[in-house]
């Protein structure tokens, strides 16, 4: 609080005003109804010197740009050292395109932290490490990483400095996940197939056809021994079916593995099971016979129980049930059935229990339970949004983030979370609108809850212009975490005058699979309904202008930003839709997933009836487009092909010319923007066409300019810079 109050402008604070100001914060972060006035509240003393602090900090604090997006930095990967005293971690950031950085994907670096604020860099920064874990004795922190053209290996630094070596490999195969033996002499590794040599030499006169679904190869499990020299020749353990994960009991004799018939997507969200195996042969010695979907699976201590978060049937849309599994046998049983909640992750602890993280509607838990399955005790981290957990010795770690920062490191200690790192301290710089849970009664009665950001400033009379900003799935969930991303509008949005709402409509997670189920058979009613329904009701609170409402999101959501544009074109002022489904018949044939679509969303196929599959398509209602929409894709999409967009575009341009619509295709991208420059002019192009048409109101203004204003450190401005010297 002493280097916030000196960034106000004062040199020395006095202790009085640093204690109000901390309560002044407090009360911003919790209070409903906005931000609280101070001079209302404090004695007159204190009230008059805050006030002078506000003026202070309104000369500093600045709303959030599409810019500082871009450098957003978060940490990533997790591991908790053996005796629980060090934690490695990775932070994970874009290369900074706005300032002429080269563009590419997601960079790590590796860090060790012993205490709070208190963290150590352990490798230079062209590695950019990843599946971070410590050696069993702790004195090694190991990762994956591809030296030059070599495959990905697994690689190892010791904790108390040196150089990092390369622990272990498969020649002529990346490695894609590993696990040690209890004693340390042996590294498992998960590998990809053989290569086809026979295709390979075809490839190199030209020979390059692509059988589709039919060459897939399964990856292979082998064993390479730990010593002062490389292990060469590794030992092959043969498995059962295709491989996605593994993992190694305390006692180094069984391995769990998740396995399905094929490695497609759908087999992955339909078939996949957990086999336990004995590691010396590879024999499967029970299988866990779920229906459903599978998530997180972790090992007991004493290898006697799985812990396993799977859905309890084969219509359940989403892996949020936790479950206690008996290794011996392969029975399970779960602990949450039927909760209005959902479990994120799990971890054992080395007394026995199992710690879970469990996010209740927009909030989440810290849940431990005793080996038996009961329930030991629960605990409420404020505003944190609780994502992985992570232990070892007597530690628990947790990924975690907040209204107010993106994913963090925390630690329970003696009841509290405790924060051990801040990446992104200019935050504190900027002037963040006010965020919390809303809930509101739908037409028929169901009360849906989501998150709303209020413009920075407040609420002016008559209401803000809103964006409705749609998960995904639907089966997920958005949290009152940080809600800022290329994609997401959130704080960049409130900071332009808009209020923001994430609706966890019908089909959303974190309500319990009753709640998730509701939108099955039903597309489009009652889970975009839902939207509507909440834009009224923001309207009647107030908050919303219902003139000046928006729609965006992507997948899921960008099917509901196209419905909005269409179908619902008289709610939405402006729509932003994002590798969405226009046409629920094609969108069967064109995507990965149809057992997955017919499971758990439609529960019907197109020819069982292909008019009412028409209706709830949005190119069928194009007639009443009136909504200004801009579509974007990426041109390797595989889960919603880039032909969705097109089809919605073309429709657009010559039913409804007059209403402006554009169509932004991003090379080499696939279900979501990967590279820094792509997910900047996403950021760039959306804002853009929300300020044209949403925050005016005005549906007949004439199409912003096709290429968005770079910031003056991107590379494609220096370039035109460049081109007109």
Do not use: C
Not at 155 to 177: C, F, H, M, N, Q
Not at 422 to 433: A, K, P, Q, V, Y
Not at 506 to 515: A, K, L, M, N, P
Request: aromatic share 8%; hydrophobic share 35%; no cysteine.
């Amino acid at each position: 609080m002493q280097a916030r109050w000196q960034a106000l402008g004062f040199a020395q604070a006095d202790p009085f005003a640093i204690q109000t100001l901390a309560a002044k914060e407090a009360r911003t972060n919790f209070h409903e109804r906005g931000i609280v006035d101070v001079m209302n509240r404090l004695t007159l003393t204190a009230a008059t010197l805050l006030a002078t602090v506000s003026v202070a900090a309104t000369a500093q604090a600045r709303p959030m740009t599409a810019e500082d997006v871009a450098k957003l930095e978060s940490v990533g990967a997790i591991a908790v050292s053996p005796d629980g005293n060090r934690i490695a971690y990775t932070t994970t950031r874009l290369p900074d395109v706005t300032e002429g950085e080269d563009n590419g994907g997601f960079e790590s670096e590796l860090k060790i932290a012993t205490a709070p604020d208190y963290a150590r860099e352990y490798l230079p920064d062209d590695i950019s490490p990843s599946a971070v874990a410590f050696s069993p004795d702790g004195r090694m922190v190991t990762f994956l990483w591809a030296k030059d053209d070599d495959d990905r290996a697994v690689w190892g630094i010791p904790v108390d400095g040196g150089t990092y070596t390369k622990l272990a490999g498969v020649e002529d195969a990346a490695v894609r996940s590993y696990r040690f033996s209890p004693d340390g002499r042996t590294v498992y590794m998960l590998v990809g197939g053989e290569t086809d040599e026979q295709r390979e030499a075809q490839a190199k006169g030209g020979f390059i056809a692509r059988v589709y679904e039919e060459e897939f190869k399964p990856a292979r499990l082998f064993a390479a021994g730990l010593g002062d020299e490389l292990d060469d020749d590794p030992r092959q353990i043969e498995l059962p079916g295709y491989v996605s994960s593994f993992d190694v009991s305390s006692d180094g004799r069984t391995g769990i593995v998740e396995t399905a018939p094929s490695p497609l997507v759908d087999d992955s969200y339909t078939a996949k099971r957990v086999n336990i195996i004995d590691l010396d042969s590879g024999e499967v010695r029970s299988v866990v016979e779920t229906p459903g979907k599978i998530g997180d699976v972790e090992i007991s201590p004493d290898g006697s129980q799985l812990s396993l978060i799977a859905g309890v049937d084969m219509n359940d849309p989403a892996a949020t049930t936790l479950h206690l599994v008996d290794t011996a046998t392969g029975q399970y049983r779960p602990l949450n059935a039927g909760a209005a909640e959902a479990a994120v992750d799990a971890e054992w602890l080395s007394d026995g229990r199992l710690a879970a993280v469990v996010h209740v509607g927009v909030q989440s838990r810290l849940r431990i339970y005793n080996a038996d399955g009961t329930v030991a005790e629960e605990q409420d981290p404020g505003d944190l949004i609780l994502t992985r957990i992570e232990a070892a010795g007597n530690r628990i770690a947790f990924a975690a983030n907040s209204p107010q920062h993106p994913t963090e490191l925390f630690v329970w200690n003696d009841g509290a979370f405790e924060r051990w790192t801040n990446h992104n301290e200019w935050l504190s710089d900027i002037t963040l609108g006010e965020q919390r849970a809303y809930t509101f009664t739908a037409t028929d009665g169901q009360e849906v809850e989501g998150v709303l950001i209020l413009p920075v400033g407040g609420v002016p009379e008559g209401g803000a212009p809103t964006i409705m900003n749609v998960h995904g799935g639907p089966e997920a969930h958005d949290s009152n975490g940080w809600q800022t991303a290329y994609s997401k509008p959130g704080q960049v949005a409130a900071g332009q005058g808009y209020a923001v709402f994430l609706p966890n409509y019908r089909g959303s997670t974190g309500y319990g699979v009753d709640f998730s189920k509701q939108h099955q058979g039903n597309y489009t009613d009652p889970e975009f309904r839902d939207i509507v329904d909440a834009k009224r009701a923001l309207a009647a609170d107030g908050i919303t202008d219902a003139d000046r409402t928006g729609i965006t999101g992507g997948s899921y959501g960008g099917y509901a930003s196209a419905w909005g544009a269409t179908y619902y074109s008289d709610e939405f002022a402006a729509s932003v839709m994002f590798v969405g489904i226009s046409n629920q018949v094609s969108k069967f044939g064109t995507g990965d997933i149809p057992y997955e679509m017919y499971n758990v969303h439609s529960r019907a196929w197109p020819w069982d009836d292909w008019t009412k599959m028409l209706e709830i398509s949005p190119v069928y209602h194009v007639d009443k487009a009136r909504t200004p929409i801009l579509i974007m894709h990426g041109e390797e999409d595989t889960r919603v092909d880039p032909g969705q967009s097109l089809e919605l575009y073309r429709s657009i341009k010559i039913r409804q010319p007059d209403t402006p619509a554009r169509l932004v295709f991003y090379p080499g991208e696939g279900h979501g923007n990967r590279k820094a420059a792509s997910r900047y002019d996403y950021n760039l192009r959306m804002m853009r066409w929300f300020d044209t048409y949403l925050m005016t109101g005005d549906r007949d203004a004439p199409l912003p300019p096709a290429r968005p204003q770079l910031a003056e450190g991107a590379q494609g401005a220096m370039a035109d810079e460049d081109s007109e010297d």
